[in-house]
């Protein structure tokens, strides 16, 4: 169950990462902000994985 909140919460933080992006900062980090939500997107990915193998030892 952790590794389901943890993909959460790394989902959650790319829907915040692209929102400050565009409305606070009006797009001016946009490539930063792609940057970050890639590596958000591969950490979730790792959280994926990782909740997979361990459902399936069950």
């Known amino acids: ?6 993909l959460y919460f ?3 933080l790319m829907v915040l990462v692209n ?3 565009e ?3 009006k797009g001016e980090y ?5 940057w970050v939500i890639v590596l ?3 950490f979730g990915t790792v959280f994926y994985v990782n ?8």
Do not use: E, Q
């Open 23 to 25: 409305y606070i900062f």
């Open 40 to 42: 958000l997107f591969l």
């Open 10 to 12: 790394v989902m959650v």
């Open 51 to 58: 909740a997979r193998h361990y459902l399936s030892k069950k």
């Open 1 to 6: 169950m952790r590794y389901l909140k943890g």
């Open 19 to 21: 929102g400050t992006s």
């Open 30 to 34: 946009s490539a930063i902000a792609s």
